[in-house]
């Protein structure tokens, strides 16, 4: 089973390297090795090996290393992890530490001799925040119901995150939050707990957009279409670039669009370039690579026993599912426009390599449940074999 898992996380790695090289190549790009390190496609090829590496290292770690009930809270790994994200987080909007792109404090820069290395806190903050919801969850599993003393202290924690995040990236924000509240779903928790801060969370995100005019202006030219502006001529380039692949598609790198005329086709609409080169057909693959991921990863979730592992393999397969869907979503507007990158697809050394972890770890628990049903396919045989030599003694 988890060979299902794995096949489809390295043919999505694979297939990303090379269409973030393909919708890199331009009519002005040039290939420049004294500068390797700063092309996005260049760096997209180190990447690749790089992610494959970090994937199956954190497939050789026990998962339950980040429990709060095998290890302790001291002893777990998480609740560092977590604090490591928060840091991060604040250090990202100081001026002079943190680095301002697209008007948006969400990257600090480190340089490496005359390399510049680029890291996005608020990916660390997603994954750190589904660890602790599943740790957590796990440890208060016969004491969730109680409001005040449960229910509020646990939802303390990806608040702080969210508000630290939701000034500079809105969608970001909602999604950690949306997954929170899944977990919170699957972990057991009332549905009327919900109720209470609603109504609060309800009026900081409303007026989290409100404050932001090019946020208010992507949600309008969603329902508008006709709307002058650039959320609408993002989502036109992206059917355009979508609608004109066909059955088959024009060919590996042959595509148009990537040439000036859609933005972010590397990151946020790699999508979009890989229907315009492979056609249907190419798009129903990545559709179908995801949803075999998501599938087998349930499977790896109902076979396991322990229930920290139960609820950490669903929080990342959910994560990864429901990130592709948005995003698969938002390049043929189905959804609003905004900056939710594709799993394993889209460019971004953060993003990546995060994911890959992550995976790493999925992969551990679904190696997990096998161990234990082979052990459970033998101890009856096992059994069979004992009993005549109890009954000699």
Not at 184 to 200: E, R, V
Not at 253 to 274: M, N, Q
Request: net charge positive; charged share 10%.
């Amino acid at each position: 089973m988890s060979l299902l898992i794995e096949l489809p996380i390295l043919i999505l790695m694979g297939m990303g390297t090379v269409f973030v090289f393909s919708a890199g190549a331009n009519v002005s790009s040039s290939f420049n090795f004294q500068k390797f390190y700063s092309f996005t496609t260049h760096k997209q090829l180190l990447f690749f090996p790089l992610a494959v590496c970090v994937m199956y290292a954190m497939a050789h770690l026990d998962a339950k290393r980040l429990s709060f009930t095998r290890a302790g809270v001291v002893k777990s790994y998480t609740p560092y992890l977590l604090a490591l994200s928060a840091i991060l987080l604040v250090l990202a909007l100081v001026p002079g530490i943190g680095t301002p792109k697209n008007h948006s404090w969400r990257w600090l820069t480190l340089a490496v001799g005359p390399v510049k290395i680029s890291f996005q806190p608020s990916e660390l903050a997603k994954w750190a925040v589904i660890i602790y919801m599943a740790a957590i969850l796990d440890l208060c599993a016969d004491s969730l119901k109680k409001y005040w003393k449960r229910f509020i202290p646990i939802c303390v924690v990806p608040a702080i995150i969210v508000a630290l995040i939701i000034g500079q990236d809105f969608g970001t924000a909602a999604f950690i939050l949306f997954l929170a509240f899944i977990m919170l779903i699957i972990g057991g928790a009332t549905w009327w707990h919900f109720l209470t801060p609603m109504p609060i969370i309800s009026a900081v995100f409303y007026f989290s957009i409100v404050r932001f005019p090019y946020r208010m202006e992507r949600i309008k030219a969603f329902f508008d279409a006709d709307s002058e502006s650039s959320a609408t001529y993002h989502a036109l380039q992206s059917l355009i670039a979508v609608s004109t692949g066909g059955i088959l598609g024009k060919g590996l790198g042959r595509g148009y669009s990537k040439h000036g005329h859609l933005p972010e086709d590397t990151t946020d609409f790699i999508f979009a370039i890989i229907g315009e080169e492979l056609g249907f057909v190419g798009c129903m693959f990545v559709i179908g690579m995801f949803v075999l991921l998501t599938v087998m990863s349930l499977i790896a979730v109902n076979r396991s026993r322990n229930r920290f592992c139960k609820l950490l393999a669903a929080g990342i397969a959910l994560t990864i599912g429901l990130q592709a869907a948005i995003n698969i979503g938002v390049v043929t507007s189905v959804l609003p426009t905004k900056g939710i990158p594709l799993p394993f697809l889209s460019a971004g050394g953060t993003s990546l390599l995060l994911t890959a972890a992550a995976a790493g770890l999925l992969i551990s628990i679904a190696r997990q449940t096998e161990d234990l049903t082979v052990i459970d396919d033998l101890y009856p045989a096992m059994e069979i074999v004992n009993e005549p030599v109890a009954a000699a003694v």
